[in-house]
């Protein structure tokens, strides 16, 4: 599950269409940019998790609305990775991570992220993964009202800030 895929364009009544992109795409490159500055704000600092390793990295998608890129969403494979805990314990085979869902504020409010949740995860199942799981945190209030609203299940903490009060970890059968 480690080559990306492909999805094909999907444009909803709304003028919102969502491409599958290359992690290295410029607009997908900039929206990350967008959402690691609010992160900065709303946390009081830069993030010091390492760098994603792109090869991990199965699917990207970019949300463009009458040709403007306004969201991005994106998958990595994490299946018998090391989830972190100190436990010694891994992520079961098929797993995928939801790694920088983002959605510039002007945007926001008219289902641009639901929408972006229903591609990654219809686009994920196509490639074999089973279960998605992904962390977020209380400085998010709206990111953890979307993914219980679309089905995500509180999980027991992983990844780089496992470790943190604030964080939040959320798990779903695709």
């Known amino acids: 599950m480690t080559a990306t895929t492909t999805v094909p364009t999907t444009v909803g009544p709304d003028g919102l269409a969502i491409d599958a992109v290359a992690w290295d795409d410029p607009a997908a490159a900039a929206l990350r940019a967008a959402q690691e500055a609010e992160m900065a704000v709303r946390y009081g600092g830069d993030d010091e998790a390492p760098a994603i390793d792109p090869r991990s990295i199965v699917v990207t998608l970019v949300a463009r609305l009458d040709g403007r890129p ?95 009060e604030q964080q939040r970890c959320y798990g779903k059968r695709l």
């Open 70 to 164: 306004v969201g991005t969403a994106a998958v990595r494979d994490v299946s018998g990775t090391d989830d972190r805990r100190g436990r010694g314990t891994t992520h079961p085979a098929a797993t995928g991570e939801v790694k920088r869902l983002y959605v510039d504020g002007d945007v926001r409010g008219r289902g641009v992220a639901r929408r972006l949740m229903t591609e990654l995860e219809r686009s994920a199942r196509q490639v074999g993964f089973r279960r998605f799981v992904l962390e977020t945190g209380t400085a998010q209030p709206e990111a953890i009202a979307l993914y219980e609203a679309i089905g995500y299940e509180p999980i027991e903490s992983f990844g780089d800030h496992a470790d943190y």
